[in-house]
């Protein structure tokens, strides 16, 4: 039933992040993670570390351990606090699997293969060279967000598809066995600032891009990063104005300024005015650097506290664990299931 109340009136937010990377890159922060920092203050907000959802990828299992907690730790350095929001890792919480098994029974094949990133992957690795859990992945994150009973989908522009498919498959749930999961709405996040490469400026800042020189990691060294920024793409004129149809990398340079200073745009192209290129790129890095300072030396010193950082997963897991197992008995009972006594 539609049950799970959600406290004091606050709505509830759910958004997961795969850890498949040792660190994550300023476009994922100014991109997604700053909302949910936000978020955390208005609602009732759930986030996970998606490491079932990392398995697609066939990592390593060292790296995949190293990386699920280095995403924690990063998560928790910059801003998401513990006792405001329910952090956890998606395989604590084992109704994620089961629910994940229901709503794949209710999944049309040809519904899961019109998925376009399931499409994008499939085709670029060939269907013999492609897991199974790519083709459910979407699946799998309809049961994260239903299992919570979700209002709102903080996420990227690139995952509407997954949350459209996560409506789709509530809706023919409570339709078929009676009102169970709330029926969330995407959240796209209008990438307040939306970050590209800083070798490549007309594409998304990625980690799947070509080289990694264009890409800010949070946990890097200063010294790296600033040698990103300074050998960072501009043009051949010399004028610090925005314009990203003609001028993608001083844009870029000039979105990352205003994103990280929350200055306006118009305000930030003034405090370079008369300036050149070699000043901007100057004044980025130096922003940029005294910006993930701070935020990397709060995830190393987590790092280097295991004992610590497995109290707040173990916290953050009951928290899950107890909402989760609700709905997933809910869900269980309206569809026939037996309760073990
Ligand atoms: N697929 C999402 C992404 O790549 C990650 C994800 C998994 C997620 N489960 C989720 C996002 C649940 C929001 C809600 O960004």
Not at 55 to 84: F, M, N, Y
Not at 176 to 200: M, R, S, V
Not at 253 to 264: G, M, P, Q, R, V
Request: hydrophobic content about 40%.
């Amino acid at each position: 039933m539609m049950s799970e109340a959600v406290p004091a009136g606050r709505e509830r937010v759910l958004s997961g992040i795969q850890p498949t990377h040792d660190s994550f890159h300023l476009g994922n922060y100014l991109g997604a993670i700053r909302q949910w920092v936000e978020l955390q203050k208005t609602h009732d907000a759930f986030y996970c570390v998606v490491d079932l959802h990392a398995l697609t990828v066939e990592p390593e299992p060292k790296a995949l351990r190293a990386r699920t907690l280095a995403s924690v730790a990063q998560l928790i350095a910059l801003g998401l606090d513990p006792e405001k929001c329910t952090l956890f890792i998606q395989s604590h919480v084992p109704a994620h699997n089961q629910l994940a098994w229901v709503l794949e029974c209710l999944t049309g094949f040809g519904e899961a293969g019109r998925m376009t990133q399931f499409k994008d992957k499939s085709q670029k690795s060939g269907a013999d060279r492609t897991v199974v859990g790519l083709f459910t992945y979407p699946i799998l994150q309809a049961a994260d967000i239903l299992l919570y009973q979700a209002n709102k989908v903080p996420v990227g522009e690139d995952q509407r598809q997954h949350i459209e498919l996560t409506r789709d498959l509530g809706q023919r749930f409570n339709s078929k066995f009676g009102p169970t999961f709330t029926i969330p709405e995407g959240y796209i996040i209008k990438a307040a600032a939306k970050i590209n490469d800083l070798q490549d400026p007309t594409a998304k800042m990625s980690k799947s891009s070509a080289s990694q020189s264009g890409v800010i990691e949070l946990m890097d060294a200063p010294e790296i990063n600033t040698k990103k920024i300074k050998s960072a793409v501009t043009d051949t004129e010399r004028e610090i104005r925005f314009d990203e149809k003609n001028k993608a990398g001083v844009s870029n340079l000039l979105t990352i300024y205003s994103a990280l200073t929350k200055k306006s745009i118009a305000d930030s192209e003034a405090d370079f005015a008369g300036k050149g290129y070699g000043d901007l790129k100057t004044t980025v890095a130096e922003v940029v650097v005294d910006y993930l300072k701070p935020v990397r030396a709060k995830a190393l010193e987590l790092l280097q506290d295991p004992a610590h950082l497995n109290s707040i997963l173990k916290l953050g897991a009951e928290k899950a664990d107890a909402v989760a197992t609700k709905t997933l008995k809910d869900a269980y009972d309206a569809i026939g299931i037996i309760p073990r006594n």
